[in-house]
């Protein structure tokens, strides 16, 4: 077994697919209408494209508000990506006006930062020590 | 508080005091970013829960204040309550014993 797939909710599918590729640079892997607004929306990494899908899921259902507003308040990220250096890409991303609620900080062997993706939600971005 | 009860309760706990270590190296944290440091660069395992109490109480001591910006809430650190323990004891103006020439 291995992680094919996994989701985030989003606000507006639209702002996210712009957020996850152009600020982000996740690339689009599949857009397929579902219902009368709604669209099967994944990304994938540009180094990676066949392997984890990041589905954009509607935010519409009543529990993902309460669940989201809890999370944030206490700065809790939803996902973690990957990323070489941090440091690099906090620099990179506060360039481009993202916020982060977590500079980057060094716990132990990784450093890890969060910031908010304008969908509703948190993302930490990690570096792993070099194996 | 006049007294600094809550101040000393407050900094009786080693967890506590870590906490404050961590918030005077980077004010203005989440509770995630304050969980994450205790567990990773100290590892103490404590609870979200327990982290939140021990924020709890450091803030009836004014130690911590919290702000909301936005969705988040952010912990920053207060020492004046710590400044009032040293001018009770120790701005008097008498010289202390560290002074005098051995």
Not at chain 2, 34 to 52: D, E
Request: with cysteine; glycine share 6%; aromatic share 8%.
């Amino acid at each position: 077994m291995k992680i094919h797939l996994t989701s985030v909710f989003v606000d507006d599918q639209a702002k996210a697919l712009r957020f996850y590729t152009e600020v982000l640079g996740f690339v689009k892997k599949y857009d397929v209408p579902v219902g009368e607004t709604d669209r099967w929306l994944t990304v994938v990494s540009p180094e990676n494209p066949g392997g984890t899908e990041l589905l954009l899921e509607p935010a519409g259902h009543p529990a993902v508000k309460p669940y989201r507003d809890a999370l944030a308040a206490d700065g809790i990220p939803v996902a973690q990506f990957a990323v070489d250096d941090v440091r690099a890409e906090y620099e990179r991303l506060s360039g481009l006006g993202v916020r982060f609620t977590q500079e980057p900080v060094d716990m132990g062997p990784v450093t890890t930062a969060v910031f908010d993706d304008t969908c509703g939600n948190l993302i930490q971005i990690a570096t792993q020590p070099q194996e | 508080m006049a007294d600094g009860l809550f101040t000393f309760e407050a900094l009786a706990d080693p967890t506590r005091r870590t906490i404050l270590d961590e918030l005077a190296e980077k004010s203005g944290q989440t509770l995630f970013e304050i969980c994450s440091r205790l567990s990773m660069k100290h590892r103490l395992g404590s609870s979200r829960q327990a982290v939140s109490q021990h924020l709890a109480v450091l803030e009836a001591a004014g130690l911590v204040e919290t702000r909301r910006e936005c969705r988040y809430k952010f912990h920053d650190l207060n020492t004046a309550p710590l400044r009032h323990i040293t001018e009770r004891w120790l701005d008097r103006g008498a010289p202390g014993p560290e002074e005098s020439t051995p």
